[in-house]
């Protein structure tokens, strides 16, 4: 079976995790500092404050952003549900704009559009890996004075060019950017989550807020050398992350270049071997964006279904994956009136996400190829078996 991803890990973090879990400290601790502060300097940000996912993430981000009752946010549908649902979270409205299709992130074009008096912030996405156009955002934001966070789930590694300087994302641009750690993503500690701000005074709130508003963390507490009895400052949460998984995450970081690089030479690969597939569109990087590439996702050619396509590329023993979900589409966002977001639905009813990680083989990679051109032929030969005869 070839998977549609397989984390890089090994002796090195599994002793890393022994470690921690033989030193006794096991929750939030050491090792967190540790991972906080390694991941501020990979990704060039002032502060770091690990939590235990990225939804946690962008909840603190947007609270501590000030988003709350009867506010809007403008973001995309098409991304993970978690972007709507801490939105919701705040009580407050997302205000859903469509993508660029090229690139499946926020089409910039029509932010201003969707601003009112309720909006407080922007939260874009930089999906599958690919940066949003953050120049451009930002411009808006400023103008507007909006809050801007970013959900950089999938985008740890990935650069952009702003002011013509290349520049992580997670530096931030925005306010804040909230990374994910999550097994399908390019490092992983298990689960686990991290939010990279320039504001002191919000990164003092995010570890507030992450363990239950508690003036003094377990860590202090446990090496003063006189008894300290903590307060409850406001109402906070269990947003932790463990030691265990913060060991993991600093082996993870140390792998981060070499895993970038061969997660680039892969998706080279992949556009070269599906050059000569006509119809399908591969995956548009602009000339100011560098992809980590946590996904390679193609457009299929028109009239192919794409759930035939994955179960035929699945009873070849293949994994697929459909394209980025649209949050509006689910249950629990189908009662309200959305406006028409034809490119994000057309998104994902079209797109393919491929295999992709560190350990694939050409051997592989021909496999998912010479297998999808088979799906997208059946397809094609379904389609013409299946047209009204021209009448003679």
Not at 13 to 40: H, I, N, R, Y
Request: hydrophobic content about 45%; aromatic content about 6%.
């Amino acid at each position: 079976m070839i998977p549609i991803t397989r984390p890089v890990l090994g002796d090195i973090e599994a002793a890393a995790a022994a470690k921690a879990v033989m030193s006794g400290w096991l929750s939030q601790g050491p090792e967190v500092a540790a991972f906080e502060k390694e991941f501020a300097e990979v990704v060039g940000a002032p502060f770091a404050c690990a939590v235990s996912n990225c939804t946690t993430a962008l909840h603190l981000a947007l609270l501590v952003g000030g988003v709350g009752a009867g506010d809007e946010v403008i973001t995309v549908s098409h991304s993970f549900i978690a972007t709507a649902n801490v939105v919701r979270a705040c009580a407050a409205t997302p205000v859903f704009v469509d993508i660029d299709p090229r690139t499946y992130n926020i089409d910039v074009e029509r932010i201003a559009g969707a601003i009112t008096v309720r909006t407080k912030a922007i939260l874009c996405v930089h999906q599958l890996g690919m940066p949003c156009d953050l120049e451009r955002v930002l411009a808006i934001a400023q103008a507007h004075n909006l809050v801007v966070i970013e959900d950089a789930a999938c985008a740890i590694g990935s650069r952009i060019q702003l002011n013509g300087e290349w520049r992580p994302i997670g530096a931030p641009h925005g306010d804040v950017a909230c990374f994910s750690f999550h097994p399908r993503k390019v490092i992983t500690t298990g689960e686990g989550g991290m939010l990279t701000t320039r504001h002191s005074g919000w990164d003092r709130q995010f570890r507030l807020l992450r363990q239950h508003g508690m003036s003094v963390s377990d860590s202090v507490r446990h090496n003063a050398s006189k008894v300290l009895l903590e307060q409850y400052i406001m109402p906070g949460f269990n947003y932790r992350m463990t030691d265990v998984q913060a060991a993991i995450g600093r082996c993870q970081l140390d792998r981060l270049p070499e895993i970038l690089t061969r997660r680039r030479e892969l998706a080279n690969a992949y556009n070269d071997l599906l050059a000569d597939v006509h119809g399908i569109t591969l995956p548009f990087e602009p000339k100011w964006a560098r992809s980590n590439w946590q996904s390679y996702c193609v457009r299929l050619p028109p009239r192919c279904d794409q759930l035939r396509v994955m179960q035929t590329m699945l009873d070849e023993n293949i994994a697929t994956r459909r394209g980025v979900m649209c949050s509006h589409l689910e249950p629990a966002y189908g009662s309200a009136a959305w406006p028409p977001l034809p490119k994000s639905e057309a998104a994902h009813r079209d797109c393919l996400l491929l295999p992709l990680y560190h350990e694939m083989t050409a051997d592989h990679q021909r496999q998912i190829v010479d297998a999808l051109k088979r799906a997208i032929a059946r397809e094609t030969l379904d389609v013409a078996f299946a047209a009204p005869s021209p009448e003679l």
